[in-house]
């Protein structure tokens, strides 16, 4: 799974095998923390993350939201997500 950005100790990555992973969504990684969440609403979906770097994430993902959709369209397509600019 390669990983699309990182900051701030978290580390974003998407999948890219074409069709397995509906519906559209990224993990993000802090420690020994993990989560996924879905891209329309950005909302946690599975797993969770300390209070402070969930809501980076989805600021992060909310500024990012255009590339992030067209990262998923690659990663249905079978192709290398690319990276996306890290919150700053």
């Known amino acids: 799974m390669p990983t699309i950005s990182m900051f701030f100790g978290i580390i974003i990555r998407m999948y890219y095998a074409p069709g397995e992973h509906n519906p559209p969504h990224f993990h993000a990684y802090y420690g020994e923390h993990k989560a996924t969440f879905l891209m329309d609403t950005l ?3 599975k797993g969770g993350l300390p209070k402070r770097q969930l809501r980076l994430v989805q600021a992060w993902a909310e500024i990012h939201r255009e590339e992030l959709n067209a990262d998923w ?9 690319c990276r996306i600019a890290p919150l700053q």
């Open 43 to 45: 909302e946690l979906q």
């Open 73 to 81: 369209e690659l990663a249905m397509n079978g192709e290398e997500p």
